[in-house]
Every structure is written in C-alpha cells, then in structure tokens.
C-alpha cells in the first residue's frame, strides 16, 4: 500500500503554504509519485460520470411528451453550464472547507482559491473538487425533472443555482465532510444516497407540489396518466447512466484499491437485479407482458439503491438491495401520484428518494467492515456485524435531509416565484401546446414539430372538412343503395 501524499509532504515541508505547495520552489506532484495510479483512476472516473448528465436528459425526455420533450434536454445541457461555475464560485467552499461547521462550509475556498495540491487522500484537492463537482451537476439535473412539461425555462435554471447553494451543499457537507453533523453522527452514505438521490427525489417532488398539476387535467380531478412518448430514448439514456455509474461509484472509494473493485462489481449486480424485479412484478400486472421503460427504471432505482451502500456491503446483499427496492418502488408507482395528489410525472421521488431510502437503510442493517477495510483502511459496521445502532443513524441521515430539504425548497420556489419575471408556472396556451414551440428557437422532436407545422398550415383543418364531405358521399350512397335493394325486395 503507498503512503498517503500527506505523510510524505506534509505542513513543515520548506515552501509548502495554505496552497498545497509553492509550484515555483518544489516539485508539487513528488509527494504523489507513490500514488499516482490512484489519481488516473479518479481522473477516469470523474470523466466517466459526464455521459450520466445526458443520459438523464434522454431518459427524462423519454418519459415526456413529444411536444415538450427537447426542453427537458435543454435544461440538462444549461445545468452543466451553471452548475460548475456555482461549484467554482462558492459551492466547493460550502460543501468541503477545511475550517466547516456542523451544518455548512465557510467561504475559505471562494473562487476555488487555495485548492490545488492539498492532499485528501491519495489525490490532490484540484482532483477532487473536479470529481465532487460532477455529484452536483447530477444532483440538479435529476432534481429538475420534478418542473417537467410545465415550468418556465429561465426561472427552473435560477432556482437550480439558488437549490445547489441552499440545499445540495449543505447537506453535501453534513454527510462528506469531516466536520459535517452527519459524518460526525457515523451515518454510512458511499455515494450519495442522500446528498444526491434523497434530496433530488425530494426537491423534485416539492417543485411538483408548487407548481400544481399539469394544465390538461385541471378541473377533471385525475392524475395525469401518459405512457412514455419514446422508449428508445429512455434507453439510450439509460446506457448512459449505466456505464457513467461506474465512475460515480467507482471514484467514491477516491482510490484505486480491491475495495473499487468490488464497488464496480455491487453496482453492476444491484442494477441487474433492479431489472429482475422490476421486470418481475410488471410481469404479474401487466399479465404476462414486460416493457422497455419499465426495465430501465428498474436499472435506475437498482443503481440508485446500491449508491450509499456500494463500498461497504458484501455482493449477496447488493443483489438484495437492487431487487428488493425495484420491487417497493415499482409496487408505490401504481398509487403513489393519485393519493399524495402530486403531479410528479416522471417519477423522479419514487426512483431517486424512495429508492435512495431504501438503498440508505439497508446499508445500515447489510454493512460489513470486512467490505469497506478492502482499501487498506476503512471501517464500517452495521446489523450483519452485530452494530445494531447503525440503523439509528441511517434512519437519522433520511429523516434530516428529507424534511430540511423538502421545507427549503418550498421556501426557495414560493420566494423565487414573487421576483418580477422569475413566475414558475408556463401560461396555459404554452403548456397545451408544448413547451419546445415557445421556450426553443425552432427547435422540437421530429414528429412533433411536424404536426405544430401542420396544424399552423391548416393541414388538419382541410383534412377534417374533406373527411367530412367523404363522410356524407359515402352515407348517401349507402342510402340509395338501401333504396334500391328495397325496391327489389319489393
């Protein structure tokens, strides 16, 4: 095992300063040639997180409709462009300063100042805020899919700054950093169980709640109920995420050990057997039927259950965790919308919060210090090895971020909606006749633009009138056919 970068570089060093090492009196990356291949792998893996970020777009553009389907994909690339520049202006700071409270980060770091060459670990702080940054892009991107088909486009990015700031830090912070409440507590998130898939379910289903039902349903006193306008799309997405999973997990052990082995392995297997049961109970509703949408959702909440859980839980229990959770997920899907009376049509609560609780407290009873000591010096324990209070603690971790997440962003959306300009909610005409026609400069999904072009031209209306007019020829010459039989008859 080689030495941390820490233990050979450390403060007394001649000419180290706050930045991790004076570049211009000494050879910063000699502390971390013992150590390199651990760096490649979190370069890698940061990279491998990007395609997630698409992914999420298509799988959620998927599941939309047609005529508001390239919006979705419009937020998910405007994300990446607000979001590292949020993490570079203050998010990194209050989320990970060295000199952090309990609850949240100072500006010790504003503008990345001073992060460079810092060790944590056995990778330089540059690296890893570039890593952590990722877990936020994704966060938000998943987060917004709550707005989908009815929400402004320039108010839903505001709100995602202000949401990263307000919400994702700090509960990033309670959970990752050492001087975080939560870390402190000895609650186990790997990945990001609640930092990321708690508190995006939860941000998602408060941004539904907020923004009401969508139009074409109001008055009638029914959930809005559409099948996916493109499957195809949901799966492209969905080999995205799977593949950018490897780096979300994988680079969590932020080391390139035998313990980032077996992550790889546990999120692979959690998100087969998230298919298994997801595929399993459709298979007992729809009668004997499967569906394309149906697995991929499986392969998400699977990925997602298996995230706070992947480095500390033997591989029998990760296949555990994936099936189980698809099952309670797939099984709250039928009701869930119609009695909460929440319009969150893309299920982002039920895939991300659900299946992150889920995923958050069977850690608490399937960890296994054997499993988390596989890099050489972690420690982790939880029912399996007789440490009966870890599920306290994990109960602890779901029950805090899900109520200070749901009360901030309902705060944040009711403020945000007073400024002048900033209203949430699309005008009525807008969200019947798609976002895509009046958000994007001509911009939509293929066949959808097609018949907006259609419809304007007055295609539809021509059509109707000759339908009609073939209608009444052809009822006419029924009846004189009638007639004449008749007369034979007769």
């Not at 403060?11 to 211009?24: I, K, L, R």
Request: proline fraction near 4%; glycine fraction near 12%.
């Amino acid at each position: 095992m080689s030495e941390y970068p820490s233990s050979i570089f450390n403060d007394t060093s001649p000419g180290w300063t706050d930045a991790g090492g004076n570049s211009q009196l000494m050879d910063v990356n000699q502390a971390y040639a013992p150590s390199v291949g651990h760096q490649v792998w979190l370069m890698i893996s940061g990279v491998l997180i990007m395609p997630i970020i698409p992914g999420i777009g298509l799988f959620y553009a998927g599941e939309a409709r047609r005529k508001s389907a390239m919006s979705i994909l419009w937020q998910s690339m405007a994300i990446l462009g607000i979001i590292p520049f949020q993490w570079f202006f203050w998010g990194y700071s209050l989320t990970y300063a060295a000199d952090a409270s309990p609850f949240i980060g100072t500006l010790t770091n504003f503008g990345l100042r001073n992060v460079i060459a810092v060790p944590n670990g056995y990778i330089p702080e540059i690296l890893f805020s570039f890593f952590q940054c990722m877990f936020c892009i994704e966060t938000i991107v998943i987060m917004i899919g709550g707005a989908f088909e009815r929400c402004r486009l320039l108010p839903s990015m505001v709100y995602a700054f202000c949401w990263a700031t307000i919400v994702y830090c700090p509960v990033a912070c309670w959970t990752w950093n050492s001087n975080g409440w939560l870390f402190k507590l000895g609650a186990l998130d790997f990945a990001g169980g609640g930092p990321v898939h708690i508190a995006s379910g939860v941000g998602a289903l408060a941004f539904s709640l907020v923004l009401g039902k969508r139009i074409e349903d109001k008055g009638e006193g029914k959930m809005p109920e559409y099948d996916p306008h493109s499957p195809v799309l949901i799966y492209i997405g969905t080999i995205f995420i799977w593949m950018g999973w490897f780096g979300f997990n994988g680079g969590s052990t932020l080391n390139a050990t035998i313990r980032t082995g077996y992550v790889l392995v546990n999120t692979n297997l959690a998100a087969a057997t998230g298919i298994m049961g997801w595929n399993a109970l459709e298979y007992i509703l729809y009668k004997g039927r499967f569906s394309v949408a149906g697995s991929c959702r499986g392969v998400m909440v699977g990925l997602v259950a298996i995230t706070p859980a992947a480095g500390y839980v033997p591989v029998y229990f990760a296949a555990v965790i994936g099936f189980v959770s698809a099952i309670i997920v797939r099984g709250v899907d039928n009701w869930f919308n119609r009695v909460v009376g929440i319009d969150e049509g893309l299920m982002v609560f039920k895939n991300h919060a659900i299946g992150g609780t889920c995923g958050a407290l069977m850690t608490g009873l399937f960890a296994a210090n054997w499993v988390a000591a596989l890099d050489g010096s972690s420690s982790a324990s939880g029912w399996v090895d007789h440490h009966y209070i870890q599920l306290g603690y994990q109960l602890a971790e779901v029950s805090a971020i899900i109520g200070y997440t749901f009360v901030m962003s309902v705060v944040l959306l009711y403020l945000i909606n007073y400024i002048p300009g900033l209203k949430f909610r699309s005008e009525e005409h807008e969200e019947r006749e798609g976002l895509d026609l009046h958000y994007l400069y001509n911009e939509g999904v293929g066949d959808h633009e097609l018949f907006m072009m259609l419809k304007e031209a007055g295609f539809f209306e021509a059509l109707a009138i000759k339908g009609r007019e073939l209608l009444t020829q052809s009822v006419g010459s029924i009846s004189e056919a009638d007639v004449e039989t008749e007369k034979k008859i007769a």
